[in-house]
């Protein structure tokens, strides 16, 4: 990545572990469990501040679209700019996230886990997009846990037809 760092001040890198945007998303994701539907969420940041945050709705409100990135990206609202942003979610992003953040342009991607979930890294970094992947291990036990439980649901939201 030959992109400058966006905050100068800055002497050491940020925990992201400790970042208040990834413990957004990661508690949207555990409010969309609380409510039955899939445990995804997502936040975007723009200097460490979050700008809004939102999970997976296919349950919720049976919009299949919904995926933890897009609910974070709709209830941001309008951006007149992503260049200077980060989209934190708690699973590897899909196909369809994946083209969202390239088309906004968003620079950088930090992500919980993508063990349960491949998602689409080479995409993105063929792209230029920054991925940071924290392997969190609360992020993997709530997929992991979902997915045992919930193997439709979850086949229904990666689009993969269970097999017969
Ligand atoms: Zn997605």
Redesign the pocket.
């Known amino acids: 990545m030959t992109q400058e760092p966006q905050l100068p001040s800055a002497t050491a890198p940020p925990r992201v572990d400790a970042d208040p945007a990834f413990e957004a998303a990661y508690q949207a994701a555990q409010k969309s469990a609380r409510e039955g539907g899939i445990p995804i969420g997502a936040a975007l940041a723009r200097g460490g501040a979050v700008i809004a945050s939102g999970h997976n709705e296919r349950v919720q409100n049976g919009d299949p679209i919904a995926?933890g990135?897009?609910s974070a990206l709709r209830a941001a609202g309008r951006q007149k700019s992503y260049r200077d942003t980060t989209l934190y979610t708690t699973l590897a992003?899909?196909a369809?996230?994946t083209g969202t953040i390239i088309q906004f342009k968003i620079p950088r991607v930090v992500v919980g886990e993508a063990r349960t979930f491949g998602g689409e890294f080479e995409l993105l970094r063929s792209r230029g997009v920054e991925v940071i992947v924290l392997d969190d291990q609360r992020c993997v036990d709530m997929m992991r846990a979902f997915q045992e439980s919930k193997p439709d649901l979850w086949a229904e939201d990666i689009a993969e037809d269970t097999a017969e």
Do not use: I, L, T, V
């Open positions: 995926h990135e897009m992003p899909c369809m996230c």
